[in-house]
């Protein structure tokens, strides 16, 4: 059993920062590749941005480049999402999701609030 949970949501003023985590748990031999989405209300939920285990390679969405900086901590099965210059755009629930042990995991998601 695999579980992925997030933290780190809140609300913010616009330009304002907040970074989120999610720890991955449970019977782990391996992690290929963790994500992070965004789902705003009354919208479908879109990719924001992707790093892989095994090395460094990242990729960030275009509507966050330059603002959003994904990372992880291989010896703690985390993955983090730094957001800076926040809009209120970036308003959404924002869920982790994992390929580990060869299968795709979801967290709950956290809620992020930008709004004066």
């Known amino acids: 059993q695999v579980q992925l949970v997030e933290s780190g949501g809140g609300l913010v003023q616009p330009g304002g920062s907040l970074r989120l985590s999610c720890a991955a748990s449970g019977s782990i031999f391996s992690i290929a590749v963790m994500r992070w989405y965004r789902q705003a209300p009354g919208k479908q939920r879109v990719l924001v941005a992707v790093?892989?285990?095994?090395?460094?390679?990242?990729f960030v969405d275009s509507a966050v480049k330059g603002r959003f900086t994904i990372s992880r901590d291989n010896a703690k099965n985390t993955v983090y999402l730094q957001m800076n210059s926040l809009k209120p755009e970036d308003t959404a629930v924002y869920y982790c999701?994992?390929?580990?042990?060869?299968?795709?995991?979801w967290g709950q998601g956290t809620q992020v609030t930008v709004s004066s």
């Open positions: 790093i892989t285990f095994g090395g460094v390679t990242t």
């Open positions: 999701n994992g390929q580990i042990n060869a299968r795709d995991y």
